[in-house]
């Protein structure tokens, strides 16, 4: 698997002028089928990113992270956003071959692809989709694409908007991307955040994308902390899947800063949804965003 991921933060100046890119990072990695990091180029370069080689992604890769990039971490660089990406991002890049091969979880076996997620290969419990009794594991553990629940989606890009978003490749052939917006702005002395979130496939003799999860977040912070967030679940892949939602809520009250930590250790198992638990996650960023924005 070769992943390629791209980051921006940019600058909507008040006045109207043109916006400003405040910074920007991409990566290139070679993934094994275990999800281990077997190359990576970074660019900016960092050289420290080549210690991520032999990782895997996961609860490993996160780790890794914390030590090995610290300093992007402290600085909220995009690059750090989207190396953490690369758990959950890989995790669910393998869905997009159910869209071109008939036995796409054999295809995966016999890749020698594995999760990182559940226990002695079962996925009872990691998540609320696939809580004790969900529809997904009387699915084989969701490989059967007929009991997934899945969307075309147009383009991400706006005619109207076309700095809403930076470069985008157009993926020809078997391809996934995980795609995240996060706007921010000040609202007196709080915050308003605004995060669009979808993970799509292409799918052949089709020019459209088929989305298998999309998340539309709505959230305020006041001091730091979070005080309002409205969870949209647009597309999920079954029906138990938003059942995640409503336990967002334990959030509240959570300082911004620490939402990386804190969403794991709240929102774990059955209490959380693994892709909208990457969306709370990322709110992380939010401070390091606001302290470019002028009162």
Not at 162 to 178: D, L, Y
Not at 264 to 278: K, Q, S
Request: contains cysteine; negative net charge; charged residues 25%.
């Amino acid at each position: 698997m070769i992943m390629q991921g791209q980051a921006r933060d940019l600058l909507t100046p008040s006045d109207g002028g043109a916006p400003l890119v405040l910074a920007e990072d991409c990566y290139t990695i070679l993934a094994s089928p275990r999800r281990e990091i077997l190359s990576i180029e970074v660019s900016p370069d960092r050289p420290e990113a080549q210690q991520l080689i032999g990782i895997r992604a996961g609860s490993d890769s996160r780790s890794a992270l914390i030590r090995i990039m610290a300093e992007e971490r402290r600085k909220g660089s995009p690059l750090y956003l989207i190396l953490d990406d690369f758990a959950g991002a890989s995790l669910v890049a393998g869905w997009v071959w159910s869209r071109w091969v008939d036995d796409w979880a054999a295809l995966m076996q016999k890749s020698g692809a594995r999760s990182s997620s559940g226990r002695r290969a079962s996925m009872e419990s990691v998540c609320s989709g696939f809580a004790p009794g969900s529809s997904a594991l009387a699915s084989a553990g969701g490989s059967r694409t007929e009991d997934q629940n899945c969307m075309p989606v147009p383009t991400l890009v706006h005619p109207e908007d076309p700095n809403g978003w930076h470069s985008i490749v157009v993926q020809e052939g078997v391809g996934m991307r995980r795609a995240r917006r996060i706007d921010v702005w000040r609202d007196g002395d709080a915050l308003e955040i605004d995060i669009g979130f979808q993970d799509s496939g292409t799918a052949p003799n089709s020019k459209d994308r088929i989305a298998i999860h999309e998340y539309h977040v709505r959230a305020r912070a006041e001091q730091g902390r979070l005080t309002e967030l409205v969870v949209d679940p647009r597309i999920l892949p079954f029906r138990e899947c938003p059942g995640a939602v409503a336990h967002a809520q334990r959030m509240l009250g959570a300082p911004l800063h620490e939402l990386r930590t804190q969403v794991l250790e709240n929102l774990h198992g059955i209490l959380g949804c693994t892709h909208l638990n990457d969306v709370l996650r990322s709110m992380a960023e939010v401070p390091h965003m606001a302290s470019a924005l002028h009162e």
